[in-house]
């Protein structure tokens, strides 16, 4: 079993950046794969970025792409996406999700098992 929180949403103006963490609970965290999604009102919740386990491959989507970035700290448990150049399409309540074993980074939510609570990002114009 993996619990996950997410912390550090919260209020931005465009072009700002935040900080999202991904804290989670369990000995074997290292051989997760993690994923972002988020969801604004209204739409399906979306892919964002994810990382395997082991080789850390990262797969990002085209919208993110060069402005946000995934990192995990296996020792604490932890997964990080920085948000750079934040626009007002980017608000959202984001995700960590979780599933263990594979180097392929999966971009469907049915392949995650765990999830967290989620954190509000919201973009100012």
């Known amino acids: 079993q993996v619990q996950l929180v997410e912390s550090g949403g919260g209020l931005v103006q465009a072009g700002g950046s935040l900080r999202l963490s991904c804290a989670a609970s369990?000995?074997?965290?290292?051989?997760?794969?993690v994923g972002w999604f988020r969801q604004a009102p209204g739409k399906e919740r979306e892919f964002v970025v994810g990382i395997s386990y082991g080789n850390g491959r990262t797969l990002y989507a085209d919208s993110v792409k060069g402005r946000f970035t995934i990192s995990r700290d296996n020792a604490k448990n932890m997964v990080y996406l920085q948000l750079n150049s934040l626009k007002p399409e980017d608000t959202a309540v984001y995700y960590c999700a979780a599933r263990f074993g594979t180097v392929v980074v999966q971009q469907s939510e049915s392949e995650y098992v765990y999830w967290g609570q989620g954190t509000q990002v919201t973009v100012s114009s």
């Open positions: 369990g000995r074997t965290f290292s051989r997760y794969s």
